[in-house]
């Protein structure tokens, strides 16, 4: 089972901001990481320790965390934006990667 | 611009083994480690292992030790995960990425097109 708990699907109006958490003792201690996963594609990352965006991820998307939580914004959504979105973090040992179950995100 | 490649579907009998490659260009291969991540018929990503080429040491997930072995040829750039005694639940995508692990952070940040494996007698 997944160390890392999110919620299995999330709705958003097109134009609104949007909030997809990560719970997990060990991002207590770990930074999240964020991937985006559209049908028949390979993950994309989107953020990486906590609130870093990589290069061509539009800014729209950001990261926070308090305590256990991690969090990803998508501030005013897109329809481009509908997708699976994962989180990852090492896990409570800090020597293994785990990822939560996945939230499919709705734009409506 | 970093791109990993992999080998293309199988299709194996259950106790069989799979070996699926992932070529690496764009970037010092030795600089960053491989991790193998997979994904069954409809649900969520599950890290298997990786492996640091400028050591080639590799690490595994506590569920795939003694099953999956990750190896990496520096003379091609290439990183190769087998999975052996494969059952119909093995069935899955199997993706390779490259590992940005440091200190508190852990992300995959380049991926693979992802390879389908199919286990059935």
């Known amino acids: 089972s997944s160390e890392l708990t999110q919620d299995p699907a999330v709705s958003v109006a097109l134009g609104q901001t949007v909030r997809i958490t990560c719970q997990g003792d060990?991002?207590?201690?770990?930074?999240a990481s964020w991937y985006q996963q559209k049908p028949g594609q390979a993950p994309l990352l989107v953020i990486y320790g906590n609130n870093n965006r990589p290069s061509g991820i539009p800014d729209r998307f950001s990261g926070s965390s308090s305590g256990i939580t991690g969090s990803l914004t998508i501030t005013g959504a897109q329809a481009e934006d509908e997708a699976d979105y994962y989180c990852?973090?090492?896990?409570?040992?800090?020597?293994?990667?785990?990822f939560g179950g996945g939230t499919k995100l709705t734009v409506l | 611009q970093v791109q990993l490649v992999q080998s293309g579907a199988e299709v194996k009998k259950p106790g069989s083994s799979v070996k699926v490659s992932c070529k690496t260009s764009g970037g010092t291969f030795r600089n960053y480690p491989i991790s193998w991540v997979r994904q069954a018929p409809g649900q969520g990503l599950e890290w298997m292992g990786g492996?640091?080429?400028?050591?080639?040491?590799?690490d595994y997930a506590q569920k795939f030790q003694g099953t999956v072995t990750i190896t990496a040829d520096e003379s091609t750039s290439t990183v190769y995960m087998e999975l052996s005694s494969l059952k119909s639940e093995d069935t899955a995508i199997y993706y390779c990425?490259?590992?940005?692990?440091?200190?508190?952070?852990?992300?995959?940040?380049?991926w693979g097109q992802g390879t389908p494996v199919t286990v059935s007698s």
């Open positions: 990852n973090c090492r896990d409570s040992s800090g020597n293994y990667l785990v």
């Open positions: 060990s991002l207590g201690t770990y930074y």
């Open positions: 990425a490259r590992d940005m692990r440091d200190g508190y952070n852990w992300a995959l940040d380049y």
């Open positions: 492996i640091n080429p400028f050591f080639g040491t590799a």
